[in-house]
């Protein structure tokens, strides 16, 4: 099984793991449609494969009117359109009493209804070819509340819940879900991350820094989408919190309890 000659849309496709997933699947000889909000960085991205099949979709996931319009055009292009990356989102770095409601509010409608408008776009096209894989990029704090990622792991948890059911209503008819969970992975989240007035932080994590490549993360989650995995975690070390959550709860909120916000 590979992805050769499938048509595969990417959302946040411009950089970290969204851009490492593009280089992986063009190098397979997918057929990629890719989107985010910098043209000139898809662009790029886009001239270094001059053998490849890459089209380039300019794409902001935080108005539903521009999500809806470019997804007809795709879908009016593209007659098997196979697999959609749901990666675009953005971080927070924020104590959840200092953080504006307008940063909290941007954070749900990128990370969460910009995925679910696209979602409810493509689905009738997926129902009617009778299959469609949806790969939602989340987070390990998608399984746990953090410090300073209040709002980002709200939005990872509603992600979550909305795709686990879409799966359960679809699945037998040819619609398959993988929730990826990565963990601390070498990407430039951290620096676009929102602090409490919606401004980036520019920061990069010590902790972000040490983690997993892109490219690694990237190919770990093409495995497991080709082996129809429901839900995969990625990262090192810093996974045992969810098996800590979910096994030795009292462990893991002693160990979060001391984690100072930086």
């Known amino acids: 099984m590979s992805f050769r000659n499938k048509t595969v849309w990417i959302t946040g496709a411009s950089s970290g793991i969204g851009?490492?997933?593009t280089r992986a699947l063009a190098e397979e000889g997918a057929t990629l449609i890719i989107s985010a909000r910098s043209v000139e960085k898809l662009k790029d991205i886009q001239t270094s494969f001059p053998d490849s099949n890459i089209h380039v979709v300019p794409l902001d996931l935080s108005k539903p009117a521009m999500i809806n319009e470019v997804a007809e055009?795709?879908?009016?292009?593209?007659n098997h359109l196979e697999y959609v990356f749901h990666n675009g989102g953005i971080s927070q770095r924020s104590m959840s009493n200092e953080t504006a409601i307008e940063v909290d509010r941007k954070l749900m409608e990128i990370n969460y209804f910009g995925a679910v408008i696209l979602t409810k776009k493509v689905l009738p096209h997926f129902l009617n070819q009778g299959r469609g894989h949806f790969i939602v990029t989340s987070s390990i704090v998608g399984k746990f509340g953090f410090p300073l990622r209040s709002a980002y792991s709200a939005s990872k948890h509603a992600l979550h819940g909305y795709f686990e059911s879409l799966r359960a209503e679809y699945e037998q008819k040819g619609i398959n879900v993988t929730i990826v969970c990565p963990g601390r992975i070498r990407t430039d989240i951290s620096m676009n991350a929102l602090d409490k007035d919606g401004?980036?932080?520019?920061?990069?994590?010590?902790a972000q820094l040490q983690g997993m490549s892109a490219d690694l993360c990237a190919r770990r989650m093409l495995h497991a989408t080709l082996r129809n995995k429901r839900e995969v975690l990625i990262g090192g070390k810093e996974?045992?919190?969810?098996?800590?959550?979910?096994?030795?709860?009292?462990?893991?909120?002693?160990?979060v309890g001391?984690?100072?916000?930086?």
């Open 19 to 21: 851009a490492a997933l």
């Open 73 to 78: 055009n795709v879908l009016s292009q593209f």
């Open 199 to 206: 401004n980036a932080s520019k920061q990069m994590d010590d």
């Open 239 to 255: 996974l045992i919190m969810v098996y800590f959550k979910r096994f030795i709860p009292f462990l893991f909120y002693k160990i």
């Open 258 to 262: 001391k984690v100072k916000p930086t």
